[in-house]
């Protein structure tokens, strides 16, 4: 079945550095991925919408200067958290379509600022 | 754009009970209906889904029904086991071929007692 990767699992940093997440699709090409946020005992919030060539379609109230999405092939797409405020930490997951397995998500990356 | 609403938030059965979990959705254009079973700390595992050109899908002890008229579809899980306690979210699709944005439910608390 399709799989999707999510690098790293967790990651602690400092405030106000930069953390880069990685997705990747490891059995097939994903032109579209998405990224979501997850809060404790909460739903996935959708941020943005990665395509492959182009500029990420980021939703209503999401920062694209501080989520930066990159999908610079068919089978990565990275989100880096620019300036990170211990706001920002949440579970982090990505999601790619392949066909007819529709939606496949990562496993997530818990983000922890200090 | 669309809304998701779930309900219950908390759900708690005896094993061997049956579970019901039930969403509704606003864009009558939403076509493709998932439902995911998330545990703690990973992402979310698909574990039934359906179209819109459906009304009833069965997998073993799972299955899903949608009213497209009314809106809303729902998750049935019967003979539950101490292994289904979970978090379980709802979404919905607009788009051809999974091709749209997926928006979820705020997700369902499933406690299954032994």
């Known amino acids: 079945g399709a799989v999707v990767s999510q690098h790293p699992s967790r990651v602690i940093c400092k405030s106000g550095t930069s953390v880069k997440i990685e997705c990747r699709s490891l059995d097939f090409q994903a032109t579209t991925m998405f990224w979501y946020r997850q809060f404790p005992k909460q739903s996935l919030m959708l941020m943005a919408t990665s395509n492959e060539g182009s500029k990420a379609t980021y939703e209503q109230g999401v920062e694209k200067d501080k989520f930066l999405i990159n999908h610079a092939s068919l089978t990565l797409s990275t989100l880096t958290v620019t300036s990170a405020h211990p706001e920002d930490s949440s579970f982090y997951i990505c999601s790619a379509i392949r066909g007819s397995y529709g939606y496949t998500f990562g496993s997530g990356t818990r983000l922890t600022v200090v | 754009g669309e809304n998701v609403e779930q309900h219950p938030s908390t759900l708690s059965v005896q094993e061997g009970d049956s579970a019901v979990i039930k969403c509704t959705y606003s864009d009558s254009a939403s ?71 997926l928006i979820f439910g705020q997700g369902t608390t499933l406690q299954v007692k032994p």
């Open chain 2, 31 to 101: 076509n493709y209906f998932p439902w995911y079973k998330q545990e703690l700390g990973k992402g979310p595992q698909l574990i039934i889904d359906i179209r819109s050109n459906v009304g009833e899908k069965k997998d073993q002890r799972i299955a899903v029904t949608l009213n497209k008229t009314a809106k809303h579809f729902s998750l049935h899980i019967t003979e539950t086991q101490p292994e289904d306690s979970a978090v379980y979210f709802c979404a919905a699709s607009t788009g051809s071929s999974n091709t749209g944005k």
